[in-house]
């Protein structure tokens, strides 16, 4: 009796923490997945989504060819910056407005809905003009009335876990987004800061199925920054994919030597094309369909 008293008393502290932290996020509280949808492409659904491109629109010549390839190759989303958080003030910051009208264009071209971040408050109007879905950077994860606002936006969006934060800090920078009213929320893994120095992050691959418990919310992993290096991409997208991810989101450059960022991490066409091979070949291994 007493035994059982003890699991009730337990059971009603865990709701009470539960309800009290990701609230809306929890899948304790909404146990089927949550489908987002950008145009006709779901995500969290049992076919995987592939979104593709350059981290930045470089130009009109560049951004035509990479949407071409990542169209031809078969992903479903086209990723690529027009505003990009740069470390330095010195490095290429963005075509800005300009790239998003070049992204606007490739999308009527290709048919595939485009993926974008933004910034700040300022950007959510011209931002959401152009873009399907809205991304927020790893440095803006715990930008609070950034993710307040997105909230109010009725466009998907896609949160990147932030380079120090934990997984339990991701879910409740999604909360922000969904209390305030949006619950397309698309979470992503794309490595964390540790000690170690052989690659420019550490895919935290634990996060993957955590967060599938955790959370009702697609989750996406990000290879590309999760490693830094091209070369290491696509074991690492496999191993999230194998570990439950819903897609994955990956820098493709039809010239990496020349990209004007992230180009060590970017796969070129040859490496793109046995990507998608690859993931193919995982997606059936894991039941589900590209
Ligand atoms: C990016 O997607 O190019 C990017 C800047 O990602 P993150 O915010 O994860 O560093
Ligand atoms: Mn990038």
Redesign the pocket.
């Known amino acids: 009796m007493a035994q059982l008293s003890r699991q009730g008393e337990d059971h009603m502290l865990e709701t009470i923490a539960t309800s009290t932290a990701y609230r809306r996020a929890s899948r304790k509280l909404h146990p089927e997945n949550t489908y987002v949808q950008a145009n006709d492409v779901v995500i969290g659904d049992k076919k995987l989504v592939i979104m593709a491109g350059p981290?930045?629109v470089e130009s009109p010549s560049q951004i035509h060819a990479i949407a071409q390839l990542v169209k031809q190759e078969g992903a479903s989303i086209l990723?690529g910056?027009a505003f990009?958080?740069r470390t330095s003030p010195y490095s290429f910051q963005g075509l800005g407005e300009e790239g998003l009208k070049l992204l606007a264009h490739v999308r009527k071209s290709t048919g595939l809905p485009i993926i974008t971040?933004v910034l700040s408050l300022e950007q959510i109007p011209l931002v959401s003009a152009y873009s399907d879905i809205l991304?927020i950077?790893?440095?803006n994860m715990q930008n609070f009335p950034l993710l307040s606002a997105v909230g109010l936006s009725q466009k998907p969006i896609l949160l990147?876990r932030g380079?120090g934060n934990t997984i339990h800090e991701l879910l409740m920078a999604a909360e922000y987004v969904l209390y305030a009213g949006n619950n397309q929320v698309i979470l992503?893994e794309?490595g964390i800061r540790t000690f170690e120095t052989m690659s420019r992050n550490t895919f935290d691959i634990n996060a993957i199925p955590i967060l599938k418990d955790l959370t009702h919310l697609p989750v996406i992993a990000?290879p590309?920054?999760g490693t830094g290096n091209a070369k290491f991409v696509p074991s690492i997208a496999r191993a999230a994919i194998a570990a439950g991810a819903d897609g994955v989101?990956v820098?493709v450059h039809t010239n990496p030597a020349e990209a004007l960022?992230?180009g060590e991490q970017s796969l070129n066409p040859e490496e793109f094309h046995a990507f998608m091979l690859d993931m193919e070949k995982i997606s059936r291994a894991m039941n589900r369909t590209l």
Do not use: N, T
Request: aromatic share 0%; charged share 40%; glycine share 10%.
């Open positions: 981290c930045a990723r910056g990009k958080p971040e991304q950077g790893a440095r990147k380079m992503c794309r990000d590309s920054h989101i820098e960022s992230d």
